[in-house]
């Protein structure tokens, strides 16, 4: 459905974190008018109803990806079924149901347990802010192939992370600093830099708001098993100890996740 500029330039100032689910609510509006075009009015006519129907909107849960899935060049770990196994899981909970039963009034959307997925540490779907952060992770080995000392693993590695030591067969890897992007592994010529650990990190805790915080980073690189495992045992603690529909990032402060 094509849109006017205007509409396009109202939808963009929408809170990213809702901007999807605004953005398919204003086409049904169109729908409804029997429009094909989107226009401001239309953007307008949909605010105003999701303003004064917030609580019909909320689902308990929102989960949000980057765009690695469908092919960005800096993706290091894909699964085109993670979407749906992190909504599954989160689905089971009955959510909504949950906060109903904790939040005195009517729900807001910054009530809902918020997932968000990164395929790489440019982290494009911002899960540091999110109570559950999720970032693809693939660090560096150094295999058997000789390695030519032509230094373009360290030069393509911003952390700087990677060095050529004299008298060394390899580079040497600091992972303290890296952050698992896999950039080094690209563009390394003689495949002296191989596939180490692969999949996922972890950060849980972060929120915007009044007291924004950042996710603390749980320990590790997890399998796909292994996160589904994390994400269940957080929702565990998270319903635990929520008391008034608070974000995890509150719970945390009063009860770490160990």
């Known amino acids: 459905m094509k ?3 205007e509409a396009e330039g109202a939808v963009s100032k929408v809170p990213f974190f809702i901007r999807k689910r605004v953005k398919k609510r204003v086409e049904e509006e169109a729908e409804r008018q029997d429009s094909s075009l989107v226009t ?29 899935p469908t092919g960005c060049p800096n993706a290091v770990a894909v699964s085109p079924d993670l ?9 089971s909970r009955n959510l909504r149901d949950f906060l109903k039963g904790k939040v005195r009034g009517p729900l807001k959307l910054h009530h809902e347990f918020r997932v968000s997925l990164s395929t790489c540490p440019n982290a494009c779907s911002r899960p540091q802010i999110a109570d559950f952060g999720i970032i693809g992770a693939l660090r560096p080995a150094v295999g058997n192939d000789p390695c030519t000392g032509c230094g373009a693993c360290a ?21 303290d600093r890296c952050l698992a992007c896999g950039q080094c592994l ?8 191989v596939e180490g650990e692969k999949g996922y990190r972890v950060q849980v805790g972060g929120k915007l708001g009044r007291h924004p915080q950042l996710g603390r980073e749980l320990p590790g690189i997890h399998s796909e098993e292994g996160l589904l ?7 565990d603690h998270y319903q635990k100890y ?10 945390l402060k009063q009860h770490p996740l160990v």
């Open 3 to 5: 849109w006017t500029s």
């Open 40 to 68: 401001l009015v239309h953007v307008k006519t949909c605010q105003q109803r999701f303003l004064q129907n917030m609580d019909a909107e909320v689902k308990g849960f929102q989960v949000e990806a980057c765009f690695g």
């Open 83 to 91: 979407i749906a196994k992190l909504e599954k899981k989160l689905e």
């Open 155 to 175: 030069e393509a590695c911003a952390e700087q992370a990677l060095t050529l030591p004299d008298g060394q067969g390899g580079p040497a890897i600091d992972f």
């Open 186 to 193: 690209q563009v390394c010529p003689t495949g002296t830099l």
């Open 229 to 235: 495992a994390v994400l269940d045992r957080t929702l």
């Open 242 to 251: 929520n008391e008034k529909g608070e974000r995890l990032g509150e719970v």
